[in-house]
């Protein structure tokens, strides 16, 4: 058995589908390279265009909002702080935080709507060129996930392997 077939890491379908994402995001990167703007992440938009159109949130409510984990947005809170987009000031109880757009973010926030549109209609463009659509993938995925759970899945095929028992 050589090397690569040993390692499992070596086969996976789940690494195509991180690397196009991550790919696309390079791509958003690159638009902004092109504007000048700088020192903004593609991952920041929603949250800087969510924040511009339903105001200062805290960071529960900004995650809920974007539908991700607390802590993830609370770490994205604390990269987007130290680039200059958002500050956070004392939330309604000691221990949360409202995270609001600083000066430079509310500048930039028009353009990211801009650019969000031009994304969704390239998306669009891209996937009349597929014959199944990237959007109706996700659903079919969701689809079949509701029936029965990754989790679920993955756990199946572990109480089957001698390795993990």
């Keep these: 058995m050589t090397e690569d077939e040993d390692d499992p890491t070596e086969r996976s379908r789940w690494r195509p589908v991180r690397l196009l994402l991550a790919a696309m995001d390079d791509e958003i990167a690159a638009v902004y ?32 909002s ?13 990269a987007m702080r130290a680039a200059g987009l958002v500050r956070t000031v004392p939330g309604p109880d000691a221990r949360s935080k409202r995270v609001t757009l600083t000066a430079k973010a509310t500048r930039l926030v028009d353009r990211l709507a801009a650019e969000w549109e031009a994304t969704e209609a390239a ?17 079919d995925i969701q689809e079949a996930l509701a029936r029965r759970s990754f989790h679920d899945r993955i756990r199946d095929r572990l109480d089957r392997d001698p390795r993990w028992v």
């Design 66 to 78: 974007v539908q991700v984990t607390h802590s993830g947005e609370s770490q994205k809170v604390a």
């Design 33 to 64: 390279a092109d504007a000048a703007i700088e020192g903004l992440r593609p991952t920041w938009a929603m949250e800087l265009i969510r924040l511009h159109r339903r105001g200062p949130m805290t960071i529960t409510e900004l995650a809920r």
């Design 123 to 139: 998306l669009e463009d891209l996937e009349d060129e597929l014959p199944y659509p990237l959007s109706r993938v996700v659903t």
